[in-house]
């Protein structure tokens, strides 16, 4: 069994349409959720480096796959694009993991 790299663009446009919102938020949405989901899978908190971790390797897979597949014609705007992407993604999940790591009574949890 294979797996056709166009499926993956499928299933993105898919979301895209199906919820009307821009890609550029749902890569903010998506690390959000992203994050929370493998916390959740990993029965960790938010304050463990490994949820923000697999979600930044999630967000570069995708970025390398989305620079494998589209070709734009210019690779600088493809590239300035992936930047964005990237850090719309990973604001949100940085932002909790400093917060849970090092201030975690803002998220209502105990003082290390």
Do not use: C
Request: proline content about 5%.
């Amino acid at each position: 069994m294979s797996f056709d790299p166009a499926v993956w663009f499928e299933i993105k446009e898919f979301v895209r349409h199906a919820t009307g919102w821009p890609m550029d938020t749902l890569h903010v949405m998506g690390g959000v959720v992203l994050q929370l989901i493998v916390a959740a899978l990993l029965r960790t908190s938010l304050a463990s480096k490994w949820p923000w971790l697999i979600v930044l390797g999630l967000e570069l897979a995708n970025e390398a796959y989305d620079l494998w597949l589209e070709r734009w014609p210019s690779l600088a705007m493809q590239l300035g694009e992936g930047a964005r992407d990237l850090l719309g993604t990973m604001l949100l999940p940085t932002l909790l993991w400093w917060i849970a790591s090092r201030h975690p009574r803002l998220l209502g949890g105990r003082r290390r």
